[in-house]
């Protein structure tokens, strides 16, 4: 881009720079959402919960369809 459209463009870098922050932060969330270990992990404590008897078996049945489900989203399974 030339001067001039950087001038012109100006006002609008605080906007510009937010839509970029954002951007990144939904990146980071959801490669940290679809991580194979952190989903594990979760399978893990959901395991032990059900376990210790905090959860019952339809809870732990949704549940695990929905990490499972993000495991199969990137190709963890």
Known sequence: MG???EVLLLPA????GTAWVLRRVVEV???E???PGVVQREL???VAA???????????????????ARL??????
Do not use: C, H, N, Q
């Not at 870098?13 to 510009?16: I, K, Q, S, T």
């Not at 049945?61 to 499972?68: G, N, S, Y």
């Not at 199969?72 to 399974?77: F, I, P, T």
């Open 50 to 68: 059900f376990e210790a008897g905090e959860i019952d078996e339809e809870e732990f049945d949704r549940r695990e369809d929905e990490l499972l």
């Open 33 to 35: 959402y679809y991580d």
């Open 13 to 16: 870098a605080p906007v510009r």
């Open 3 to 5: 001067l001039l459209t």
């Open 29 to 31: 969330a959801e490669r």
């Open 44 to 46: 893990s404590a959901l």
């Open 72 to 77: 199969e989203a990137r190709g963890g399974l």
